[in-house]
T-cell receptor, first 113, second 113 residues
Framework: EAGVAQSPRYKIIEKRQSVAFWCNPISGHATLYWYQQILGQGPKLLIQFQNNGVVDDSQLPKDRFSAERLKGVDSTLKIQPAKLEDSAVYLC???????????FGNGTRLTVT | GENVEQHPSTLSVQEGDSAVIKCTYSDSASNYFPWYKQELGKGPQLIIDIRSNVGEKKDQRIAVTLNKTAKHFSLHITETQPEDSAVYFCAALRDTGRRALTFGSGTRLQVQP
């Protein structure tokens, strides 16, 4: 089966600019997650979708981050405006249902200068 | 919320030796404990998982043990090979309420040929 696809692989922006990341989960996976991974740390959940509804966004900095999952398939994560501390790898993952194994994409490495 | 602690942060072994990574979790409602391997520039990949109704699970050179009373679980890799070199993450998932994986901080394993 095709894995989780993410784009772009790398992005460099200046602080206060905006950026968007795209994710296409494994076909048929109802649950989609965005994780932020700061260098040297474990992934930290930003938002979880079940189909096209938000299940958990308690750790999403909503003043600057937004995410959507239209039609319950692809998802987009946006940051506006970016801060230096947003430099990280943004990982998208999907699972068949909540509680089943997560499959991760290779992430987007964001550098904010 | 759930807190997962992982030790050691770095581990260096000789090829053929065994490696053990340990994690503790705080939330007694957690019942699913996966382990992920992350290679440079890639997303985490599931290597083995265990549910709370099982005390031990083995897959070739990899095994995971779970002590639910003590709230800790461990990854054991036997006969290590250079290709085992990577960062390993443990994670925990609760069975009710907020149901997204909480990750440990990672262990960088280096297998010396």
């Amino acid at each position: 089966e095709a894995g989780v696809a993410q784009s772009p692989r790398y992005k460099i922006i200046e602080k206060r600019q905006s950026v968007a990341f795209w994710c296409n989960p494994i076909s048929g996976h109802a649950t989609l997650y965005w994780y932020q991974q700061i260098l040297g740390q474990g992934p930290k959940l930003l938002i979880q979708f079940q189909n096209n509804g938000v299940v958990d966004d308690s750790q999403l900095p909503k003043d600057r981050f937004s995410a959507e999952r239209l039609k319950g398939v692809d998802s987009t994560l946006k940051i506006q405006p970016a801060k230096l501390e947003d430099s990280a790898v943004y990982l998208c993952a999907s699972s068949l249902v909540v509680g089943s194994p997560l499959h991760f994409g290779n992430g987007t490495r964001l550098t904010v200068t | 919320g759930e807190n997962v602690e992982q030790h050691p942060s770095t581990l260096s072994v000789q090829e053929g030796d065994s490696a053990v990574i340990k994690c503790t979790y705080s939330d007694s409602a957690s019942n699913y404990f996966p382990w992920y391997k992350q290679e440079l520039g890639k997303g985490p990949q599931l290597i083995i998982d265990i549910r709370s109704n099982v005390g031990e699970k083995k897959d070739q050179r990899i095994a995971v043990t779970l002590n639910k009373t003590a709230k800790h679980f461990s990854l054991h890799i036997t006969e290590t090979q250079p290709e085992d070199s990577a960062v390993y993450f443990c994670a925990a998932l609760r069975d009710t309420g907020r149901r997204a994986l909480t990750f440990g901080s990672g262990t960088r394993l280096q297998v010396q040929p």
